[in-house]
């Protein structure tokens, strides 16, 4: 894979939070210490989060069962979630699409998909716990889960993603592999908190960077990346997200400020109609979900825009596909889309969405407002607080 080091870039890299707000997270911690009970259950939830993260051993792309075909654990493998055994054939193979019916095998210890996302979530809650007051034995798990994910010779994931979403008896790994990293703007911003406090290292967090570089080399050069660059859904904005996300942290703001200025033309206006729909999500078999999953990308691509000086909240496709899926959330009688696959919607998706934006954009608008209001309890409550 990358088997020598690329250099890191020479300008030095903002420390400031990338995708969340220091100042909104400082306003949380202030409001919880001062007793805010509207943030209670929300703090609590997050807490319960981070304690089962503090007793939870470390996480390691060499915890998988399964071997890739490089015969290394150390590189990340999955496989594509809607892909099953072919029942018209001895073994299985090639492997067929039911899309929108998740295959088990995907899931649990012999793959690292699942791995992933609880090794992102687990930092992030770890770190975010500790913000607000949490003793300092979680910082502490949140920098060894971090060296021992990225740094650790024997346990450390190579930065490349060339057998994620794998078919079996297909293709040893896909574009569509890149999206298994959409969460790792977490890390990447719970390592700058946790270095503004002092716990994580300034060599630590400069070896991490290296690690980015060299990944984002690999989404810049390798072919199964420059194909998920060419996708026209969910894929190819969630690819643009992270890659601007990465850019930032690694120096390159330039670079993700020009990648940035042909968002609205690449991605918005291709993907979505002037009233806001968005065809190629809406055709899949959970329309509701797969909407709300392509804004979470398009709103975090907004939020990397206003660091940059590049404005894609005053995108108007962008505000009516916002506004489509609130009224779906306040009116579900009003979405049409429903399918046999998922024949209500969840306006708890939107939550995170809505929050993001009424902060960034510094709305008031009562509609998003009360769309944003959960029936569940949403951590994403102690992200968006509005600094005093």
Not at 31 to 44: E, N
Not at 188 to 202: H, K, M, P, Q
Request: hydrophobic share 40%; glycine share 6%.
């Amino acid at each position: 894979m990358t088997g020598c080091a690329h250099a890191a870039p020479a300008d030095a890299p903002s420390t400031a939070l990338l995708t969340l707000d220091r100042g909104a997270l400082d306003e949380t911690r202030r409001r919880l210490h001062a007793g805010d009970d509207s943030l209670a259950a929300a703090h609590a939830a997050l807490r319960t989060r981070a304690a089962k993260a503090l007793k939870t051993p470390l996480r390691s792309v060499v915890d998988k069962t399964m071997l890739p075909p490089s015969g290394s654990r150390n590189d990340y493998m999955s496989m594509g979630p809607y892909w099953w055994p072919n029942p018209e054939t001895p073994d299985g193979l090639p492997y067929i699409r039911r899309d929108g019916k998740r295959n088990p095998q995907v899931a649990g210890d012999a793959l690292d998909s699942d791995r992933m996302v609880a090794f992102c979530r687990d930092v992030f809650d770890l770190t975010l716990a500790h913000h607000f007051g949490a003793p300092d034995d979680h910082a502490a798990k949140a920098v060894e889960a971090l060296r021992h994910w990225f740094l650790e010779p024997r346990t450390r994931m190579r930065p490349h993603l060339r057998y994620g979403q794998a078919i079996p008896g297909v293709v040893e790994g896909r574009a569509e592999g890149l999206i298994d990293t959409r969460h790792l703007w977490m890390v990447i911003d719970a390592a700058l908190l946790l270095n503004g406090r002092g716990v994580l290292s300034d060599p630590d967090l400069a070896a991490l960077r290296q690690w980015f570089v060299e990944f984002t080399q690999w989404m810049q050069t390798s072919p199964i990346a420059r194909d998920e660059d060419a996708a026209d859904n969910n894929h190819g904005m969630f690819f643009d997200a992270q890659l601007v996300n990465l850019l930032r942290f690694t120096g390159e703001a330039a670079t993700a400020k020009e990648r940035l200025a042909t968002v609205a033309s690449r991605r918005f206006r291709p993907q979505i109609e002037d009233d806001g729909r968005m065809p190629l999500e809406l055709a899949r078999t959970r329309p509701f979900h797969y909407s709300a999953f392509n804004l979470e990308a398009a709103t975090r691509l907004a939020r990397h825009g206003q660091g940059v000086g590049v404005d894609l909240w005053r995108e108007p496709r962008l505000l009516r596909a916002i506004a489509l899926l609130q009224t779906a959330a306040l009116c579900p009688e009003r979405w049409t889309h429903a399918t046999s696959e998922e024949p209500k919607i969840d306006p708890d998706k939107l939550v995170p969405i809505l929050l993001m934006t009424r902060f960034s954009t510094g709305t008031d608008q009562p509609l998003l407002a009360a769309a944003a209001a959960p029936r569940k309890v949403a951590v994403d409550w102690l992200l968006w607080s509005r600094p005093a």
